[in-house]
């Protein structure tokens, strides 16, 4: 059997996508390197990301943005992946995370790209303008486009998956069994219960199988044992999840 293990780079202080892609690995039982995190003397650090987006490796397409993951097959380094739902996608075919066929591993990313708009929503209404501008520097267009988010935006896309999961039965968005999409579902109701708290108390009681989501994930035991370690990071102020109570309205 060949030895397999991943390459994670994600910036170290946030959790942000970055933190879908852990999940998915720690779900899948397997060995990972989270490049940035790592010493700068032992070749971590933002930088070593950046490093890594500008070489020009002949046959290997480069990424655009973290998060990306380089496969690495006894010891060898087989592939380099970009894009959260593609990164998913790749590690879950592997290591058992989504179902084989076809038309099901489509929904499974069908599924992954609804939540990857929902977090873009939930970045853009602080940062409505541009992400290297300070909140304060938008914080008028914040307020719309937040009031927009809670009001409409928010409930249209937690009403979506509600409906999903009753489609195939629950309680997972498949049906019986978790796919990756279960675990970055759980980390964005996390984030907007960080950083929406009295819309999602108001929100979740109309999503009764979304809501049961969260603790079903939890409880499985990688989930779990993955959560209570130092791999895991925490929300913060500075991820795409913030808490501003101005927003919160
Ligand atoms: N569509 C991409 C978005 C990637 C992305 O926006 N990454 C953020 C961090 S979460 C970043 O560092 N972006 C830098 C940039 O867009 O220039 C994905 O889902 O992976």
């Not at 500075?238 to 309205?249: K, M, S």
Request: aromatic fraction near 8%; charge should be negative; hydrophobic fraction near 45%.
């Amino acid at each position: 059997m060949s030895d397999i293990s991943y390459r994670l780079y994600y910036w170290p202080s946030i959790p942000g996508r970055g933190e879908l892609v852990r999940l998915t690995l720690a779900e899948a039982g397997v060995d990972w390197i989270d490049v940035a995190r790592l010493p700068k003397e032992q070749g971590g650090g933002s930088g070593a990301i950046v490093e890594r987006m500008k070489r020009d490796d002949a046959g290997v397409v480069p990424p655009f943005a973290p998060p990306f993951v380089a496969l690495v097959e006894d010891g060898v380094e087989q592939l380099l992946v970009a894009q959260t739902a593609v990164v998913l996608d790749l590690i879950a075919r592997r290591h058992g995370l989504v179902p084989s066929d076809e038309a099901t591993r489509a929904s499974a990313l069908q599924l992954q790209l609804t939540v990857a708009d929902l977090i873009d929503e939930a970045h853009d209404s602080h940062h409505p303008i541009a992400s290297g501008l300070y909140y304060e520097d938008q914080q008028s267009e914040a307020a719309r486009r937040a009031a927009d988010f809670v009001g409409t935006r928010l409930p249209k896309f937690l009403g979506y998956f509600e409906r999903a999961i009753r489609a195939r039965g629950g309680p997972f968005l498949l049906g019986a069994e978790r796919c990756y999409a279960d675990l970055s579902l759980f980390q964005v109701l996390g984030g907007l219960q960080y950083a929406y708290p009295r819309t999602m108390t108001r929100l979740l009681p109309t999503v009764p199988h979304l809501a049961a989501l969260p603790a079903r994930v939890a409880a499985l035991p990688r989930i779990a044992s993955y959560l209570a370690s130092d791999r895991h990071v925490a929300f913060n102020q500075h991820g795409i999840f913030r808490h501003y109570p101005e927003l919160d309205t």
